[in-house]
């Protein structure tokens, strides 16, 4: 099994929607362009990438929405060097179709108050929701190590959520864990590194909100 050597998690750049969600009502979600700052902010995260990177070969999954697509290709990287998938199952949380901006923000006070892994939103999905599809997708990408040929990094362009998702299903992290930690910001980078034991190590953590609250002794 051929596992890479670093896993690159990068949450998109600024989206329209992050500095103004009356937009959400006159737009899908999934066609959300960047703002001038968040192609700023890619680019200047693509420019640290290809320093990490060097001439090493790159396996690119994006979310299949306009905000990641354009932070990935605002990246620059070497085309010769990467082979890039769409990948739906690092979507963005759904919240619905077209959104109230007032109902929105009623149910994010519902979902801070019940929990962010398990509250759904009408018509949409829960947190938990979201990881049973990232578990899927890891599932596929564990599958991809087989080769024996595969690149020795995997980047993941994708959401907040997603990523603090993604780490909570490899590290096994509990609901208490994961419910205590913070979106990472716009353009922001985790990486997960391969170590001499053979595993994998955050190469720096979330922040966090709160601490942990566990039910039992998992915590």
Not at 75 to 101: A, K, S, T
Not at 146 to 165: F, K
Not at 200 to 218: Q, V
């Amino acid at each position: 099994m051929a596992r890479p050597r670093r896993i690159v998690l990068v949450r998109h750049g600024e989206s329209t929607g992050n500095v103004d969600d009356s937009v959400y009502e006159r737009e899908p979600d999934h066609a959300l362009a960047l703002t001038e700052r968040g192609r700023r902010q890619a680019e200047a995260t693509g420019e640290r990438l290809r320093e990490r990177f060097g001439g090493e070969r790159v396996s690119v999954y994006v979310s299949p929405y306009r905000r990641t697509h354009e932070t990935l290709r605002s990246f620059h990287l070497d085309p010769e060097l990467i082979r890039v998938r769409e990948e739906p199952r690092l979507r963005e949380q759904d919240w619905g179709n077209w959104q109230d901006r007032d109902e929105v923000r009623l149910q994010k006070a519902y979902r801070d108050a019940y929990g962010h892994f398990f509250y759904r939103f009408a018509q949409g999905e829960s947190g938990a929701d979201v990881y049973d599809r990232v578990g899927g997708f890891l599932e596929s990408l564990f599958r991809s190590f087989e080769d024996p040929d595969h690149p020795p990094n995997v980047l993941i362009v994708t959401h907040g959520l997603a990523m603090r998702l993604f780490c909570m299903r490899w590290f096994h992290w509990t609901v208490a864990e994961f419910e205590s930690l913070s979106n990472p910001g716009n353009g922001e980078v985790r990486m997960l590194v391969l170590g001499d034991d053979g595993k994998y190590t955050l190469d720096r953590p979330f922040d966090r909100w709160r601490d942990p609250e566990p039910y039992g002794i998992t915590g």
